[in-house]
């Protein structure tokens, strides 16, 4: 029956050939060393932001101390400098205080709760495009501990009460240089009424694996199809690696893993050419990587975008392939008037029914927590 659902041209530029199941790569991320560090006043006054300090000069980057705590002189000549100097910045600041009132994130997870805003990769699909204000700079908030210890108030008795920390960045591109993602798990690994959950597209996973999360921690790993990683993903892992760093998070500790439950988000899901050909390849390879009994979810998120997305997309990749085309999608609506644009109802049906019975046959005890 699904050959019958159509090919939506989600690429302006056609794949060069028909499918053919793509020679594993196996790549990991590149460290992202910004040529830019910022730190403001506060921001060194925190104990942790005395710790990001440390890390940063150890990879023997060069710190400008900042006058004040606003951040100034971060726009380039047009929007493309801009976008690549903010991408290239790394501002530790302090969290404001509004950063203590957290704000719900159905379906994900209870509650967000940002260590960071602001991301080093390059996906030219970006979901953070509109969301954040100002040039896309990587700020890391040297106030962590306060943050965490306000989560504490919204936990809810009776119940474990889920916080999401990568709503904003991606957790594990900027580890190596804050060291955030190791504190939240340490903490969360005290507390009894919560969980933390995070998902990245990088694959240095290492410097987790001996932490004590007492399963408190479920470590999710974003994956896509081939065509769609390697041609709008830029500056992350393979997916191969990703798939590897998942096997070696979901691994229990005497096998030399880190014994974390753990998680697939396939996104953003395309209708690529060939498209089933490549997430069932995808489907495939994840149950070669996880040919073990692990604590596992999948979460499944659909390609979408904005008006607003869509023309910051436009200035940060003027040569993206992505197509925008509002008529082949559906606009949905939310209870304050904003529009996004999804898939067609009739596109969307048997996208969803394939996905479903593909990761049930292959995983029937490993829940789908939701579609959109």
């Known amino acids: 029956m699904f050959d019958?659902?159509?090919?939506?041209?989600?690429?302006?530029?056609?794949?060069?050939?028909?499918?053919?199941?793509?020679?594993?790569?196996?790549?990991?991320a590149k460290l992202w060393l910004p040529k830019r560090?910022?730190?403001?006043?506060?921001?060194?006054?925190?104990p942790f932001g005395q710790q990001i300090y440390e890390r940063v000069t150890a990879h023997d980057l060069e710190v400008e101390i900042l006058k004040s705590n606003r951040l100034t002189n971060l726009r380039g000549a047009d929007a493309r400098e801009t976008y690549r100097n903010a991408k290239n910045t790394l501002a530790v600041v302090k969290a404001p205080a509004g950063a203590l009132r957290l704000q719900p994130t159905p379906p994900s997870a209870d509650w967000q709760m940002n260590l960071a805003e602001g991301c080093p990769a390059h996906c030219q699909y970006c979901y953070l495009a509109g969301s954040l204000q100002g040039p896309p700079v990587v700020r890391v908030f040297a106030n962590l501990p306060q943050l965490l210890e306000n989560t504490a108030s919204y936990e809810q008795p009776g119940r474990l009460t889920s916080f999401e920390v990568s709503c904003y960045t991606d957790v594990l591109g900027i580890e190596h240089l804050t060291g955030s993602l190791a504190e939240c798990v340490r903490y969360y690994g005290t507390r009894e009424g919560s969980r933390l959950r995070f998902v990245s597209k990088y694959d240095h996973v290492d410097s987790l694996l001996n932490l004590p999360h007492q399963g408190h921690t479920r470590a999710r790993v974003s994956l896509n199809a081939e065509p769609v990683a390697r041609r709008m993903e830029g500056g992350?892992?393979?997916?191969?690696?990703?798939?590897?760093?998942l096997r070696k998070l979901a691994l229990p500790v005497e096998q030399g893993g880190g014994g974390y439950p753990v998680?697939?988000?396939?996104a953003p899901i395309m209708l690529i050419p060939d498209w089933r050909e490549h997430y069932t390849n995808l489907l495939d390879r994840v149950a070669a990587a996880l040919d073990f009994d692990c604590d596992l979810t999948v979460e499944f998120i659909t390609h979408r975008f904005t008006p607003g997305s869509r023309d910051v997309l436009r200035e940060w990749y003027p040569n993206t392939a992505l197509n925008f085309d509002e008529s082949i999608r559906a606009a949905k609506r939310n209870k304050f008037g904003g529009v996004k644009y999804v898939f067609k109802p009739d596109d969307m049906r048997p996208l969803k029914q394939f996905f479903y019975e593909e990761w049930q046959?292959?995983?029937?005890?490993a829940p789908v927590l939701y579609w959109t």
């Open 4 to 28: 019958s659902l159509p090919v939506l041209p989600l690429f302006d530029q056609p794949t060069a050939a028909p499918f053919m199941a793509p020679e594993p790569l196996t790549k990991s």
């Open 37 to 46: 560090v910022l730190f403001t006043p506060d921001a060194l006054d925190e």
């Open 236 to 245: 992350t892992a393979s997916v191969e690696a990703r798939i590897q760093a």
């Open 263 to 266: 998680g697939v988000v396939l």
């Open 361 to 365: 046959h292959r995983f029937p005890n």
